[in-house]
């Protein structure tokens, strides 16, 4: 619901600095319920597109640039949404043993196995590709990945599935990065270029490490935003 209304501003259907039909209106012009449609609202406020205010209405904030893709997790659900939206099509798998810089920025033992994975993410509205993605899976968990050529869900998920475990915890950071001529050539970006990336740690019980992975992102189709608002 909440991409639905996205993609109606971003069309120009709700144009910048008008308001949104009310939450009754929007019910029962897409045949669901208020309470769908008022997550939706509340998604999107977070996101900085829409804010209410009392005896007003919702307000459209922000529209939408074309030419980028704002695919930023702040939460397990959004990191969901954004696997579904993307495919991850896994070019290179191999078990790898952590040594040297691999098992500092693992957070692990010099000696770890785990299962390794590359490839580049699409995202369905850009031409280019969206980033370059790397995945490590504690090894004894490959059977729940290996099979997977195109991954069009999380893989924590399919970790999750695996072992009947919730991921307890994910670590996120955020750099800036020059991006190798390697890694440019895969994501037909121009080599030394400006890129972020992003790099998760997922944790299971007992801070158990289970799987790290980090995304490139060319810094021309990436945008991170965040919204502060006051505490009452």
Not at 72 to 100: M, N, P, Y
Not at 144 to 153: E, G, L, M, P
Not at 205 to 232: C, H, K, M, N, V
Request: neutral net charge; hydrophobic residues 40%.
């Amino acid at each position: 619901m909440a991409h639905h209304l996205e993609a109606r501003i971003r069309d120009g259907d709700y144009p910048v600095g008008t308001l949104l039909p009310t939450e009754n209106e929007l019910a029962e012009m897409l045949g669901v319920s208020r309470q769908t449609v008022r997550q939706a609202i509340a998604t999107l406020r977070q996101k900085g597109r829409l804010s209410a205010r009392k005896g007003v209405g919702t307000r459209v904030e922000a529209g939408f640039d074309p030419d980028r893709a704002r695919f930023v997790a702040h939460s397990r659900s959004e990191l969901f949404e954004i696997a579904s939206e993307t495919e991850f099509a896994i070019e290179h798998k191999e078990q790898v043993s952590a040594q040297g810089r691999l098992a500092v920025d693992l957070g692990c033992r010099p000696g770890r196995k785990f299962f390794h994975m590359k490839g580049v993410r699409y995202a369905g509205n850009m031409k280019r590709p969206f980033s370059w993605n790397e995945v490590y899976v504690d090894y004894r968990l490959a059977a729940a990945v290996k099979d997977i050529t195109v991954a069009r869900r999380a893989i924590f998920h399919h970790i999750e599935e695996f072992t009947g475990e919730r991921i307890q915890e994910i670590q996120q950071d955020v750099k800036p990065i020059l991006i190798d001529d390697a890694v440019a050539e895969r994501l037909e970006a121009e080599p030394g270029s400006l890129g972020l990336i992003v790099i998760r740690r997922y944790y299971g019980s007992g801070s158990r490490l289970l799987e790290y992975a980090f995304q490139i992102l060319p810094a021309d189709r990436f945008t991170y935003t965040t919204t502060l608002r006051a505490e009452l």
